[in-house]
């Protein structure tokens, strides 16, 4: 469970993913990696709740299906044709009516701007969605249309901590 958990973490925060989000956001990078490092545990614990929910769970794995469908190879390329509107769709379906109060909190956290904020997250999301559903697809087990991603998605784990110690 961790260990996919980590992956993400990982990817997300790589120089080339920060390089990346920094140019489409107009933000830097060390702003990106602030940003991120706050709002990913409230993502993480949102695309757990997308998973849970037995009403979302289905349009959940078709996004993850859809998005792990991008390439990712060339980080320079994918950001250059990212989606930002779909991305504030993303970050909505994962926070749902949280998104302001978490947007405000990284914001207040951060000393960041809650409007970059906002736009940074909305960059980020399809990375973290194809991320996420390529794990999801080399994971994916018969029974489990998720893998192992779903139990870490499904389980009750504390992305705060995970972080924290993945941040170490």
């Known amino acids: 469970m961790a260990n ?3 992956s993400i973490l990982g990817e997300l925060l790589k ?38 929910n037995e009403e979302t769970k289905t349009g959940f794995l078709q996004a993850l299906t859809d998005h792990a469908g991008k390439d990712t190879s060339n980080l320079t390329s994918f950001f250059n044709n990212v989606d930002i509107t779909d991305g504030g769709k993303i970050v909505s379906h994962l926070l749902g009516t949280g998104k302001d109060e978490t947007a405000d909190k990284v914001a207040k956290d951060t000393g960041i701007d809650v409007g970059k904020v906002i736009k940074i997250l909305a960059v980020a999301a399809p990375l973290l969605m194809s991320i996420m559903g390529k794990k999801a697809k080399e994971d994916k087990k018969d029974d489990n249309p998720l893998g192992s991603l779903a139990g870490a998605l499904l389980g009750n784990f504390d992305a705060s901590s995970l972080i924290k110690n993945f941040l170490k």
């Open 4 to 6: 996919n958990i980590e």
């Open 15 to 52: 120089s080339d993913a920060l390089k990346g989000i920094s140019s489409a956001s107009g933000s830097s990078e060390s702003t990106v990696e602030s940003v991120l490092k706050n709002a990913l545990p409230s993502l993480l614990g949102g695309a757990s709740n997308q998973a849970k």
